[in-house]
């Protein structure tokens, strides 16, 4: 059998990707005001313009209000705002690849619950819970560090989430969306329903693979046969002592079962209960914490400086205990390969392109990239082509600078001079000149 390479094209649901090489989800801080469409395509067109594939965007919120993990997320909750991303889509398109929309809501991860002064400018907003927070959460809400007032969902009102997610699917869809996908990690309400360690209800979502299936036909009802793809999550990161929580062999059984409910594409993903440095992993981001352009944004997050103080700690404790490894998710996607007849996406520590033809075929059937593309906007044309030698690798060095002034609403750009250097350099070289060749039919149409 021949060898899968990145440049092959790959069918999710009926949609034909031109390669397998795709723009993971990141946080665009686009919001959802009248530059939102323009700021959302400032930031996902260089990737479909330099050959990816597949351009995702990120966490998506299908409320009204509340729900945002972080400050900057846009929403797709109203009809007249997501008409307008349309001009998104189209530039997309125009570029030849296929664009998707991640759909989230934060629920016990949200803004009102660890941001101070969001909490503050809304007293009245209430968490979304799967069930009562659990213990170790509310002992950090007695400490001030979380500020709990959590709505626990009845049956009735989780049947009207996955409406909400059907009817944001149904709108994007109608934008030019290609595909939906679900963000069913990193803690927000949909792992928060997959989790032992959240989900202790006692009606039919109990079984937290209920919710997606009800998502998956609000989808189908309201969006179409529209390609889904989720991710999936094993919390196996998470600290010695946690308990329950999701091994190995239960994402691979939920894998199994979303794949006999519809889902067209699956992500697994390894982390913890928390949101911590489980999800990113790498080094300390010492620059970040310490540029003075953030610290009135950290102690106002946070609330106050000395706390802000505290959360810095704790992150540097996490980046020793959680050290980069290279593509750390493909042990579990090779895993879930073996175990569904759907494509298997595998992202999270993939930097190398000579890495990435070992895992295509093996352990999944495409690869994506999130922070790499903060520092190279136009990394696919580096990666992909009939020219490459295999030793070409990202710039980014996982130093995670980017990531920690988003609590601020700062922008998600690289902030490392190094990298910065790199990256100007090759730019200098012509590396991001040209898209690569792309398979006949793909310029006009992502379906090919």
């Not at 919120?61 to 972080?70: D, Q």
Request: charged share 25%.
């Amino acid at each position: 059998m021949a060898s899968i390479r990145l440049d092959d094209p790959v069918e999710i649901g009926g949609l034909t990707l031109r390669n397998r090489l795709y723009r993971a989800p990141l946080l665009e801080c686009a919001g959802t005001g009248d530059d939102a469409p323009e700021r959302l395509a400032a930031e996902l067109e260089p990737a479909a313009r330099a050959g990816a594939g597949l351009v995702c965007q990120g966490a998506t919120i299908v409320s009204e209000t509340g729900g945002c993990a972080a400050p900057g997320m846009t929403r797709v909750a109203d009809p007249a705002f997501v008409e307008s991303l349309e001009s998104v889509t189209d530039r997309i398109h125009g570029h030849g690849a296929a664009i998707a929309v991640q759909l989230e809501h934060g629920g016990l991860r949200s803004m009102e619950t660890w941001h101070a002064g969001y909490r503050r400018d809304n007293p009245n907003l209430q968490q979304l819970a799967v069930s009562r927070p659990p213990r170790l959460l509310r002992l950090l809400d007695t400490l001030g560090f979380l500020d709990y007032d959590a709505h626990v969902l009845t049956t009735d009102e989780v049947y009207e989430l996955a409406a909400d997610f059907g009817r944001s699917a149904a709108l994007a869809v109608d934008a030019g969306y290609d595909v939906v996908h679900i963000a069913g990690a990193n803690m927000g309400i949909v792992h928060q329903f997959l989790s032992p360690f959240y989900n202790r209800r006692d009606d039919e979502f109990g079984d937290g693979v209920r919710f997606l299936e009800v998502v998956a036909d609000e989808i189908r009802e309201q969006a179409g046969d529209v390609p889904l793809m989720t991710k999936v999550p094993a919390e196996t990161a998470a600290p010695p002592g946690i308990r329950p929580r999701l091994t190995e062999d239960d994402a691979i059984d939920i894998c199994r079962r979303l794949d006999d409910a519809g889902y067209d594409a699956l992500v697994p993903v390894s982390g913890s209960v928390f949101w911590d440095a489980s999800i990113v992993r790498g080094s300390f981001p010492a620059r970040a914490w310490h540029d003075d352009r953030y610290r009135d944004g950290y102690a106002d997050a946070f609330g106050g400086r000395i706390r802000a103080r505290l959360v810095e700690l704790g992150n540097r404790l996490e980046a020793t205990w959680y050290e980069f490894e290279p593509a750390w998710n493909a042990e579990l996607c090779r895993r879930v390969r073996d175990a569904v007849s759907v494509p298997v996406f595998c992202e999270g520590g993939i930097r190398e392109r000579g890495h990435i033809d070992t895992l295509l075929g093996d352990a999944c059937d495409a690869v994506g990239m999130a922070r790499p593309f903060y520092a190279e906007p136009e990394l696919p044309a580096r990666l992909l082509g009939t020219n490459v030698s295999g030793d070409e690798r990202v710039v980014c060095e996982s130093c995670n600078n980017c990531a920690v002034p988003q609590v601020t609403g700062a922008a998600g750009v690289c902030r490392t001079p190094s990298v910065l250097r790199r990256a100007g350099s090759l730019k200098m070289e012509g590396a991001y000149d040209e898209a690569p060749e792309m398979h006949a039919g793909d310029a006009d149409d992502p379906v090919g």
